[in-house]
């Protein structure tokens, strides 16, 4: 299994970005996707979650301008992220939880907000 994160990039404070990661390989069935972010000297923490049922949630630090979403059909997970602050700049990495309870891991794409 293997997952591909896209659309990251360097964008000013109160823009938005969009990104998505699809998993591809042998998948049986996705449980759930979420997204995480590791900011500079920090470590790596939850940012949003989705079920296969659409339930979602969402950190604190992001409710109100992220929002995940997800197509089960592709395999893809995305994440629109708007009102963006410096404190959101971060290595953005998606998660997917197969129905077999394994995690398979993106390669992180990053995100970079100027003030």
């Known amino acids: 299994v293997q997952l591909q994160a896209s659309g990251g990039g360097l964008v000013q404070a109160g823009g938005s970005l969009r990104l998505s990661c699809t998993a591809s390989?042998?998948?049986?069935?996705?449980?759930?996707m979420a997204w995480y972010r590791q900011p500079p000297g920090n470590q790596r923490e939850w940012v949003a979650g989705?079920?296969?049922?659409?339930?979602?949630n969402y950190a604190d630090s992001v409710k109100g301008r992220f929002t995940i979403s997800a197509d089960y059909t592709k395999n893809t997970v995305y994440l629109q992220m708007n009102s963006l602050k410096p404190e959101d700049t971060a290595v953005y990495y998606c998660?997917?939880?197969?129905?077999?309870?394994?995690?398979?891991w993106g390669q992180g794409t990053l995100v970079t907000v100027s003030s």
């Open positions: 390989g042998s998948i049986l069935g996705i449980k759930s």
């Open positions: 998660d997917v939880v197969t129905s077999t309870w394994l995690h398979y």
């Open positions: 989705v079920t296969g049922g659409g339930g979602t």
